[in-house]
Structure formats: C-alpha cells, structure tokens
C-alpha cells in the first residue's frame, strides 16, 4: 500500500504538477485578453466538478464496454483494459486528476507570474537570452514561493486521498495506503461498537489503533513541511488582496 501510494504521488507531481505552469505561462503570454479569459474559463470549470462525475465520465469512455473499447472493438482491435490494468489505470488516475484540478492551480500559478516583474524578462531578450533562459533562470526563481506551496499542497492532498483510489481501483491489491487505514479505523470502531463498553483490553487495543493510524499519515507531511516552510508564507500572499 506504501509502495501505491509513492507511486500515484511522484507520479502526479511529475504529470500533473508541471502542466498548471505551462498552461498559466502560455496564458500570461497571450496577448488578447478575451482569448486568455474563454481558454482559463474553460479550463477552470473542471474544478466544479467533483471527483464522482470524473469517474462517471471516464469510466464511461474507458471501462471494457466503454466508448473508446467499441470503437477499437469496431476496428477489430481487442479491448483495452484501461481501468483493470496496473500500468494503464494510473495514467487515467493522474490525467483525470489534472483535468479536474490544472484550472485552479493554473489561477494561482497566473497570479503569481503578473506579480513579477515582466521588464525582466524584457531586458533578458534584448541581451540575447532564449525562451528557456528567461522560463528557468528568471520566471522560476521568481515564482519559487509559490511552486514550493502548491507542491506542498500536492503532496499533502494526494497523500490524503482515499476516495478518488475507491472510484477507479477495483484490486485490493493497487489501493494506496490511505484507503487500507480507512478500513482499518472502520474495522476498529466496528469491534469496538460490537464490544461492551467495560472491556477495557478492546478499548486500549482500539485507542491503540487509531493513535498508529494517525501517526503513520501525518508523520511523512511534517518530514517535508520543514524544508518547505520558508516558502509557505510569501507563496500564499502572492496574489492576495492587501490592504
């Protein structure tokens, strides 16, 4: 479940982290305002919807009797085993996480980009810099507050998911960790409920049990969180209302 879990979590951050700041980088660059409000509408509606209706809708186009499978079924291929197959399902776990949430870090990642100072960027060109030199050596650095947070927030989210794994994984064996110490706690209340409340070797054993639950989700978020913390103040006030 360990193993899971570390899977679906860098394997996010390497899809689904860097997309939000290419998509916000080719916005900041338009230069037609009603062009760059229709593209971060369109792409900020996905966010209303709640993991429930993603799933519905892939498992609609993906599942073995889905759309995608009686097209290549009716171009005599064989059925595609997106949601049942270890190798394939995660890439449908992490692309459908980046549909639904890319619009909502793409508004903080914009934010953050016309806090910083575009002249810079300006007299790099003219010295000669390319497109790369100006992304990496000026615009990250300045928006490095902001990355730091937003991978925190990552991390820490994904890290927490339980519900989005129960909607695709169908094999106990692929559930990340979160979901087994969920059965775990719902397993220990129902012994708990099923004992009566003077057996005081169930009611040590359950305390027992969820204090080890918490300990084992919280404990790898406070390792990060200190190397991280000197980021997390100025990357949530980039783009806030001051006053």
């Known amino acids: 479940a360990l193993k899971n879990t570390l899977i679906l979590n860098i394997g996010d951050l390497i899809i689904g982290f860097p997309i939000p700041i290419f998509l916000a980088i080719f916005l900041n660059e338009l230069r037609s305002g009603k062009v760059r409000k229709v593209t971060q509408t369109l792409l900020y509606l996905p966010n209303f919807l709640s993991w429930v209706i993603i799933s519905g809708i892939a498992t609609q186009l993906l599942a073995n009797s889905g759309m995608i499978n009686n097209i290549v079924n009716a171009l005599g291929g064989e059925s595609i085993p997106f949601l049942s197959s270890?190798?394939?399902?995660?890439?449908?776990?992490?692309?459908?996480?980046?549909?639904?949430?890319?619009?909502?870090?793409l508004i903080v990642y914009l934010a953050a980009l016309m806090a910083t100072d575009a002249s810079l960027g300006e007299a790099a060109y003219i010295d000669g810099a390319n497109d790369y030199t100006?992304?990496?050596?000026?615009?990250?650095?300045?928006?490095?507050?902001t990355l730091a947070v937003l991978a925190l927030y990552y991390g820490v989210g994904h890290w927490n998911s339980w519900f989005n794994a129960s909607l695709y994984i169908t094999d106990n064996e692929l559930l990340p960790i979160q979901n087994i110490l969920r059965a775990i706690l719902i397993a220990n209340n129902d012994m708990l409920n099923q004992g009566a409340a003077s057996m005081d070797s169930i009611d040590t054993y359950a305390e027992t049990i969820k204090y080890a639950v918490i300990v084992i989700a919280t404990l790898p978020i406070l390792?990060?969180?200190?190397?991280?913390?000197?980021?997390?103040?100025?990357?949530?006030?980039?783009?806030?209302?001051?006053?």
């Open 223 to 243: 390792c990060v969180y200190p190397f991280l913390q000197k980021y997390f103040v100025k990357g949530v006030m980039i783009g806030a209302v001051k006053g």
């Open 86 to 105: 270890s190798g394939i399902w995660r890439f449908v776990y992490w692309f459908s996480g980046v549909w639904q949430g890319a619009g909502y870090s």
């Open 134 to 145: 100006v992304l990496f050596k000026i615009i990250t650095p300045l928006i490095k507050p």
